[in-house]
């Protein structure tokens, strides 16, 4: 044991030294939303001293606020090794009546880059890269478009029901029909070099869900989730939940763009985030996806993200 170390401050760090230092862990989170106080209270809470030899990867949606963005990425950067992060599409809001006094920015796109020179300047990892034990991790930036959209009659299919819609903005350059483009096109560049990699210990993540297999996989879950409650509850949905006028989720929930990519990669596992509900799901491709999102806190207190409310922990295979 080194030294210059106190007794008083290993037994204040005892998980960092009870742990083999080449047993690192890679954690996944989504969807932290810290604007809500119990959220923000929630990443202060983690522990300081459980993860200093751990990987943690947030997979969008952290907050609009650029003050507590940066807030959050440097509480994630003093409580883990390595933190890797991509924005969801709660970054790119511009047009928030919320949004923080010093935000400088004129549109989404340029927001976009500030996150991402932000996160270059604290040490967060927006781009691929490779743990100490030999796991490589992709960052894939991504939109949505109408790629995933499947029509549905109990929901309607109208882009002015998302917020979205009212916050981000545009450019000519890049207008939201050609956002999902953009995106997924940034990420050209570091695909060539991930498929001459004969690494077998990749780890993919997006904000955003990444085929229509994947999206109606989703689709799949949630109806036998809602069939479950019915029977339980020995009952059938309202006459006033009925007349609610609810939002088709596949309208805005990614991309195919993002798939190609990722039957390039061939990732054992991806994260995603967007769709606030916890799931791992298998499409039949060979690659296991996994959703863990903090969520709302109205989210977690009425069951919709059942507990526990915690990062999930990514198991590889050795292959």
């Known amino acids: 044991m080194n030294p210059y170390f106190t007794k008083d401050f290993v037994l204040n760090n005892i998980h960092y030294f009870a742990r083999d230092m080449s047993d690192e862990k890679i954690y996944a ?10 959220n923000m209270k929630w990443v202060e809470q983690l522990s300081s001293d459980r993860y200093l030899n751990d990987t ?29 992060y991509c924005p969801g599409n709660h970054e790119l809001w511009t047009q928030s ?9 004129d549109n989404s796109i340029e927001k ?30 991504g939109w949505y478009d109408e790629s995933l959209h499947k029509p549905h009659p109990e929901v309607e299919s109208d882009l002015r ?20 483009k953009y995106f997924v096109g940034l990420n050209k560049k570091y695909i060539f070099d991930l498929n001459k990699n004969n690494n077998k210990k990749i780890i993919t993540f997006s904000h955003f869900l990444t085929s229509k297999k994947l999206m109606q996989a989703y689709r799949d879950e949630m109806q036998r989730r ?14 006033q939940e009925q007349n609610v006028i609810k939002a088709n989720f596949s309208l805005v929930a990614g991309t195919e763009l993002l798939d190609e990519q990722l039957q390039i990669i061939k990732p054992q596992v991806h994260i995603f985030g967007h769709s606030h509900r916890k799931m791992v799901l298998d499409i039949g491709d ?16 009425t069951g919709l993200i059942e507990p526990p409310h915690e990062l999930y922990e990514i198991k590889l295979i050795d292959k």
């Open 112 to 141: 976009f880059h500030h996150i991402i020179k932000l996160c270059d300047s604290i040490g967060v990892h927006t781009k691929p890269g490779v743990t100490d034990q030999g796991v490589t991790i992709v960052p894939l930036f």
């Open 56 to 84: 943690v990867i947030i997979a969008g949606d952290i907050t609009h606020v650029l003050t507590k963005l940066t807030q959050t990425l440097k509480l994630f950067k003093s409580k883990f090794k390595n933190v890797y």
């Open 286 to 301: 060979g690659i296991t996806y996994v959703n863990n999102p903090l969520g709302y806190v109205k989210e977690r207190q």
């Open 97 to 105: 009546q919320m949004e923080d006094e010093e935000l400088q920015v």
């Open 226 to 239: 809602r069939d479950q409650w019915r029977e339980n509850k020995n009952d059938t949905t309202s006459n």
């Open 29 to 38: 989170i989504s969807d932290l939303h810290v604007d809500q106080i119990e």
């Open 161 to 180: 029901l998302w917020s979205d819609n009212y916050r981000c903005k545009w450019t000519s350059e890049v207008p939201q029909t050609e956002a999902a």
